[in-house]
Nanobody
């Protein structure tokens, strides 16, 4: 089993920055890919970005490309989501997720709220 705990959410003005962290514990050696998702009120959860732990390749949703950056500290079993140039439409609960293979995500964190004021 793997446990994921997000932190770093909060309230920020348009154009501001936040950095989210996701600390993994448990059988972390089994993890292949870490991802970030978000869910705004009344909307479906959407993919934000992901990173492969070995090699560090990343993918991003078009809506955040160029503004958000995912990085990982494998020694600390932590993945980060650096969010710059935040917009009100980025307001959502952000979730960290982990996958042990090439398929879907197996583990999810509890989420952290990000609110961007206009």
């Amino acid at each position: 089993q793997v446990q994921l705990v997000e932190s770093g959410g909060g309230f920020v003005q348009t154009g501001g920055s936040l950095r989210l962290s996701c600390a993994a514990s448990g059988r972390t050696f089994s993890l292949y890919r870490m991802g970030w998702f978000r869910q705004a009120p009344g909307k479906e959860r959407e993919f934000v970005g992901a990173i492969v732990r070995t090699g560090g390749s990343t993918t991003y949703a078009d809506s955040v490309k160029g503004r958000f950056t995912i990085s990982t500290d494998n020694a600390q079993n932590t993945v980060y989501l650096q969010m710059n140039s935040l917009k009100p439409e980025d307001t959502a609960v952000y979730y960290c997720a982990a996958a042990i293979g090439f398929g879907g995500y197996n583990y999810w964190g509890q989420g952290t709220q990000v609110t961007v004021s206009s």
